[in-house]
Nanobody
């Protein structure tokens, strides 16, 4: 399974960026898709979690500014980030929770991350 992120870059305070994540490979089904960003130490903090029923949970820090879009047919998850703040500067990671076949357990697969930098 490959998880590929794109769309990071540099933005000014108040600006916008859109991140894209695409999953491919041996995938029977995807349960949750989510965006995380690097937290303290090795921890990654959830930014937006999209369940397979389409429900979305946002972190308090981004709610109202970020919007997640999931396309199950394309196995993609986009994150539209608006009204960006310098505190949003971070590496953003996409995660897909995948079932490889009808009998398999669920496995977490992560992308390599994409850098977002917001200048003041």
């Amino acid at each position: 399974v490959h998880i590929v992120e794109s769309g990071g870059g540099l933005a000014q305070r108040g600006g916008s960026l859109r991140l894209s994540c695409a999953a491919s490979g041996t995938i029977f089904s995807i349960s949750t898709m989510a965006w995380y960003r690097q937290g303290a130490g090795n921890w990654r903090d959830p930014v937006a979690i999209v369940s397979n029923d389409g429900s979305v949970t946002y972190s308090d820090s981004v709610r109202g500014r970020f919007t997640a879009f999931r396309d199950d047919a394309k196995m993609t998850l986009d994150l539209q980030m608006s009204n960006l703040e310098p505190d949003d500067t971070n590496v953003y990671y996409c995660k897909a929770v995948v079932r490889h076949n009808s009998q398999s357990a669920l496995f977490n697969h992560w992308g390599q991350g994409t850098q977002v930098t917001v200048s003041s």
